[in-house]
């Protein structure tokens, strides 16, 4: 089964450049992207940050956006985000009856599993006492079959200075009941804009840095510099019977000299492969 992760869209206002980079045109672009190569996927995640501001109008823009998408898609929120209005835009998104943007997409391969940890008017994320209530009933219903945790903020400290202070509050809470439930395959996120990849109490987890601006890497010194690196999308490729899961990264808008790896001849882009 292919999965496809998209994060930290954040989306603005139509004609608006942050960082010099016009998210409406990158986010065509990646929807094209994803339409011309992975057509074939089951479900297209966007991990939260959909937006810049969580104004109304951008919700509409995404959601223009997204009509073009080939591939069934799922939005959880980040920290820009507004529960409300993405509700409102995208209630499909929100089939969780305490309210939060939580959601469940079974299928053979295991069951991915969609966290709101959105805590309104804080950058750092939460999971409440619902939201931990909900997830551990789901992860009860999902006992014997693997679960693929996603998420916008990340559930463990990175070594980065800047960005560690800004993750999930009191993530012990949140890994104790991953333990406690013993089937997670993965844990999904955003927020970092990096790609980082590792476990936690014994768990992989993978951060996919996405459409935005890159933070650049310092483990030292807190404040936050970006980096226009390419955007970027991930591929998970789960196999339950292999009992396997792969994430590659995507960098759509890249387009580097290609030669053949036979002849040493370079191609055309026309020619080339991949
Ligand atoms: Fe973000």
């Known amino acids: 089964m292919k999965i496809i992760q998209v994060t930290d869209i954040h989306l603005g206002h139509q004609g608006e ?3 010099g980079a016009n998210l409406h045109e990158r986010l065509a672009r990646c929807v094209e992207h994803i339409n011309a190569n ?3 996927a089951a479900l297209c995640v966007f991990t939260g940050d ?6 109304a109008d951008c919700y509409a823009d995404l959601k223009a956006a997204l009509s073009a998408l080939l591939v069934p898609y799922r939005l959880l ?4 985000d507004r529960r409300a209005n993405l509700i409102a835009a995208f209630p499909e998104c929100a089939d969780d009856e305490s309210g939060f943007v939580q959601s469940v997409h079974d299928t053979d391969e295991g069951s991915l599993l969609f ?3 959105l805590a309104e008017g804080r ?8 939201r931990l209530a ?11 079959r693997p679960a693929l945790i996603f998420m916008h903020h990340p559930p463990v400290a990175l070594g980065l200075a800047e960005l560690d202070p800004l993750g999930l509050e009191q993530p012990a809470r949140f890994l104790g009941l991953l333990k406690h439930h013993g089937n997670i395959s993965g844990i999904f996120f955003g927020h970092v804009h990096r790609d980082v990849a590792g476990t936690i109490a014994g768990i992989p987890f993978f951060a996919q840095r996405g459409l935005h601006a890159r933070f650049a890497l310092d483990f030292n010194h807190p404040g936050a510099t970006v980096e226009q690196a390419p955007p970027s999308y991930a591929i998970i490729l789960i196999d339950r019977a292999a009992k396997r899961v792969i994430v590659h990264g995507c960098d759509f808008l890249e387009q580097w000299p290609a030669y053949s790896a036979e002849t040493g001849e370079i ?3 026309d020619a080339r492969r991949g």
């Open 17 to 19: 450049l942050r960082f």
């Open 38 to 40: 992975h057509a074939d």
């Open 50 to 55: 959909l937006t810049e501001t969580g104004e």
């Open 77 to 80: 929120p980040g920290n820009h």
């Open 115 to 117: 966290l709101d940890t």
């Open 123 to 130: 950058v750092t994320g939460e999971l409440c006492e619902r």
């Open 134 to 144: 909900w997830l551990d009933a789901r992860l009860s219903e999902a006992a014997g």
């Open 267 to 269: 191609l055309t882009s």
